[in-house]
Structure formats: structure tokens, C-alpha cells
């Protein structure tokens, strides 16, 4: 019997196992694929447009379902805020973003115990760092959702560490910065063959947006932490703004001058690779030969067509035309503005009945052909662009009581993306509203907007005023998913 237990508790010497993998800096690199590819939902062609948008959109007041999505009912209680705690969606976010965290601790420990000579010094310090980065990134996805969140700080090996009880915000958010600041040390660009790596551009964003975030949150150390995310923003060097708005999102541009972070997708299926996603079809309308699950508003059409045909171009904003198709004179001016057609003629139905209805432009293909033809698709996801950094550097001053450095930055953004004039205003509360105004338009589907409005104390006003009905006390943040509770004890329903 002494024998047979020792043959049962043997490791197999030809398996290998979370203790023996990491033997080199390839074995690193690896494992460090694993806690990126999280970034995309370990690459679900079909999970990731449909967690994603749900759960980060369908709240926000300058989107609605589409036709399609009223089949899916718990998409419908995230844009209705009647969920529970058993909703899919959030169960599949909350895990997903987990499971990153998980990979990324395994990293960050197990890197550490290469043996010298396998793995140079700085190979080693810049994978622990770009780990750090992905764990801060991973809960910061969380915190931005959920009121509070357990910090996982350590890779779990045994049964006994996974009941944890959930931290207080504070901790979380002072987590994360920790992570950030040690990102901070990455490099600030990336060589070809690791383009949409993490830099320290991307770290020195995010910290910004945490101090951002955090300023509203503590209003007794708002001047400090505002600060504190002004010098971030600051050292967010080297990018530029995109003149090519557009370009952006139908993969004509992938990781240009204005790209900070973004989700990288690729036609190629090289070695059993699969990186191709089902996004825009799911965003395209049906008019357009989509799936017609998510539709912009009438609130953002009224908010692109808020200040007029003021443009230098002589019509509205330009990212109206290049972020949604809509009926104006533009789309039906006979030059075949919406994918070689008119408005008209696409938006009608098989009797020539006119279906006079907006819809997403960004992130559809170039050609009606990609679209058409191809289910799968590898347009980059842009997740943290300059115009960000500009726009929340500009939120930060101008809280802080300084509009003369705020104006400059929108007015920038404004000029490059919109082809708009300088701003009207000067005072604190005018440049609020412009701020506001430039978000909406500035970043649709990008799902910043449900964040603002909270930051800002104005969800149920927001949307009230598009007729939902909301509760912050309530809404504000998401119900702990019940697969969380019934596999954590420390945890109470």
C-alpha cells in the first residue's frame, strides 16, 4: 500500500504542470499570451460582441436594442435594469475578466522563479510589468461595474483560497493605481512584431482615467487626485490625433498615431490561430445585412446635429457622418455615401417603403462586399485612444478651476476629428457641458458613456430624459453574480 501511494502521487515526468512550465522566457512569453487573450474573450468570435456591448452599452442613453436583440432576454433586463444577479452576461464579464486576473498572477509569480540564465533580468522585469498592467486592466473592468469586487492578488494553487470576501472600493482602486504605477516602466513604443502590447502610454492612461474616476468619488481629495490624474495624462506621450476618423474602425488604419491600446484581430489562421470576430455584423444593421442588435439613439442623432452645419466641410460635425448612417442631405447626395448607394435606397424595404432609421457606422468594414460576405471579421477595437487622454485632461483642468488650459485641448479635438471651430464659452460650467457634448459624439461604442454619467452624479437624469427608468441606488452598479456567490463563502447573497 506504502508503495502503491507513492506511484499514485508522483508527477508524470513527460506532463507538464503550473510548477514546471515555467522554465524559460519562451514559457513566459506564453503565459503571457494566455493573460492577453483574455482581452478578447480567450478570442469567442461570438462571445465577445455579445458581452461586451450588453453589459458596457445597452445602459447608456445614446443607444437601443436592435430588432434582433429583443430575442435575447437578459440583453433586454441590461437595457431595462430589471437584471438579477443570475443574468448570463454578467456572470460571462465578471468571469472572463477574472480569468485575465488569474492568468496574469500566474505571470507575475511564476516569472519571478525562472531560473537565472533562462530568462535575462530585463526580459523578466518587462513581463512582470506588462502583467501588472493586464491585472490592473482586468480589475479596473470590474471596479468600473461593480460597487465592489474581490481583489485577487495572488495565483491560486489550493481550494481553500478561493473564498475571499469582496474589498472596499478604496482598496481597489489603490490596487490598481499600484499596478499602473509599476506599468508605468514599460516601454513607450513596441517594435512591429509586438504591436498592441502594452506601453507606457497605455499604463500612464489608464492610471489617469483611475484618478479621474476616484476624484468624483472621494470629493475631499478631488483637487489631489485630479492632480495626480493631470500628471499622468502628461506623461501620455509621443501619439497624435487621427485626421482619418474613420479609419479607426474599419481596419483601414489598425495601431495608427492616436492608438494607445487596442484589441488586435487578424484574418490569418497560421498555425490553428483564430483571431476573427462576428462584430460587425452584429453591430450592422439588418438594411445593411447585419444581425441589427444595437442601434444608436435619437438622443445621439440630436446631440451630432446639436450645433449645426458649422464644420469647415460646410455640414455637421464629421464624425456625424463617419460614426453613424442617418437620412440628410449627405447620405442621399447621389455620391454613394453608404456603401456605394444612397440612404434612401438601402434604408427601404423590398416595396420601396422608405425605413427611416439611424444606424451605426463605426466599426463596419470598408466595402459592402467584407461586410456582406465575411461573418467573421478583424477590425482592431480601439480601448483607450489620445482623444481620450485630451478630452479627460481637459475634464480635470477645468475642475480644478483652470478652462483656459481646457479649452485648447477640445478645440484640438474638435478641429481634427469634427473639422468644428473653436468652442463658445469660457466659464467652468460652459466648458462642462463642451466636454460632455464632445464625449457623446467623440465615442460612441466605445462605452465610456455610462462612466461619465456616473462620475458626474447624471445617470438618471440622462436617462429620464430618453424615457428609462432608472434607480442609481440601484443601477449605478451591478448585482455580485451569483456563480460568485455560490462558489464563495465569503460572499453573502
Excluded at 194 to 214: E, K, Q
Excluded at 346 to 359: C, M, N
Excluded at 362 to 381: G, Q, R, S, Y
Excluded at 392 to 405: F, I, P, R, S
Amino acid at each position: 500500500m506504502t508503495g502503491c501511494e507513492d506511484f499514485l502521487t508522483v508527477e508524470s515526468p513527460d506532463q507538464l504542470t503550473s510548477s514546471t512550465f515555467w522554465r524559460n522566457e519562451s514559457d513566459a512569453e506564453a503565459g503571457l499570451a494566455s493573460a492577453y487573450a483574455q482581452l478578447e474573450y480567450s478570442v469567442d468570435q461570438w462571445e465577445f460582441p455579445e458581452v461586451k456591448w450588453p453589459v458596457e452599452a445597452f445602459r447608456e442613453d445614446i443607444v437601443n436594442l436592435g430588432a434582433d436583440a429583443f430575442g435575447y432576454k437578459d440583453w433586454v433586463a441590461l437595457r431595462d435594469f430589471t437584471y438579477n444577479n443570475g443574468n448570463s452576461q454578467l456572470s460571462k464579464y465578471w468571469r472572463n475578466n477574472y480569468r485575465g486576473i488569474s492568468y496574469s498572477n500566474q505571470v507575475i509569480e511564476m516569472t519571478a522563479k525562472i531560473k537565472e540564465g533562462n530568462i535575462s533580468l530585463d526580459k523578466r522585469t518587462l513581463i512582470i510589468n506588462e502583467a501588472h498592467f493586464l491585472r490592473a486592466y482586468y480589475h479596473m473592468k470590474l471596479i468600473l461595474n461593480w460597487e465592489q469586487i474581490v481583489i485577487r492578488d495572488e495565483y491560486i494553487t489550493s481550494q481553500d483560497k478561493l473564498s475571499k470576501p469582496l474589498s472596499t472600493r478604496e482598496a481597489a482602486w489603490d490596487f490598481i493605481i499600484e499596478d499602473l504605477k509599476k506599468a508605468t516602466a514599460l516601454p513607450a513604443k513596441r517594435e512591429t512584431n509586438n504591436i498592441g502590447r502594452a506601453t507606457s502610454g497605455a499604463a500612464n492612461a489608464y492610471l489617469g482615467f483611475a484618478y479621474l474616476t476616484r476624484a468624483y468619488e472621494i470629493p475631499e481629495k478631488k483637487a489631489e487626485y485630479l492632480a495626480e490624474a493631470i500628471k499622468a495624462f502628461d506623461a501620455v506621450k509621443g501619439y497624435e490625433l487621427e485626421k482619418n476618423f474613420l479609419s479607426m474602425f474599419n481596419a483601414t488604419n489598425k495601431n495608427c498615431k492616436e492608438s494607445i491600446f487596442e484589441l488586435q484581430f487578424s484574418m490569418k489562421e497560421d498555425g490553428g490561430a483564430y483571431y476573427k470576430i462576428s462584430l460587425p455584423k452584429w453591430i450592422a444593421t439588418a438594411q445593411l445585412g447585419g444581425w441589427d442588435e444595437i442601434l444608436p439613439s435619437e438622443s445621439l442623432v440630436d446631440e451630432f446635429k446639436k450645433e449645426g452645419e458649422i464644420a469647415t466641410t460646410g455640414r455637421l460635425d464629421t464624425r456625424a457622418y463617419e460614426s453613424i448612417f442617418f437620412r440628410c442631405d449627405y447620405f442621399n447626395d447621389g455620391n454613394g455615401h453608404v456603401y456605394g448607394f444612397n440612404y434612401d435606397e438601402v434604408f427601404s424595404d423590398d416595396e420601396g417603403k422608405l425605413i427611416d432609421r439611424p444606424a451605426f457606422r463605426k466599426f463596419l468594414p470598408k466595402t459592402l462586399e467584407d461586410l456582406n460576405n465575411l461573418t467573421m471579421a478583424a477590425i482592431n477595437v480601439p480601448l483607450m485612444r489620445y482623444a481620450n487622454v485630451l478630452l479627460m485632461k481637459a475634464e480635470a483642468h477645468n475642475e480644478l478651476g483652470h478652462t483656459e488650459l481646457a479649452i485648447p485641448l477640445i478645440n484640438k479635438v474638435r478641429e481634427v476629428h469634427g473639422d468644428m471651430p473653436a468652442m463658445k464659452g469660457t466659464t467652468q460650467a460652459e466648458v462642462r457641458a463642451q466636454i460632455e457634448h464632445e464625449r457623446i459624439i467623440e465615442f460612441p461604442l466605445e462605452n465610456f458613456r455610462f462612466y461619465d454619467l456616473r462620475r458626474w452624479g447624471k445617470t438618471q437624469e440622462a436617462l429620464k430624459k430618453v424615457g428609462r427608468d432608472f434607480n442609481p441606488s440601484e443601477n449605478n452598479f451591478f448585482p455580485i453574480p451569483l456563480t460568485e456567490i455560490n462558489t464563495n463563502d465569503q460572499i453573502k447573497q
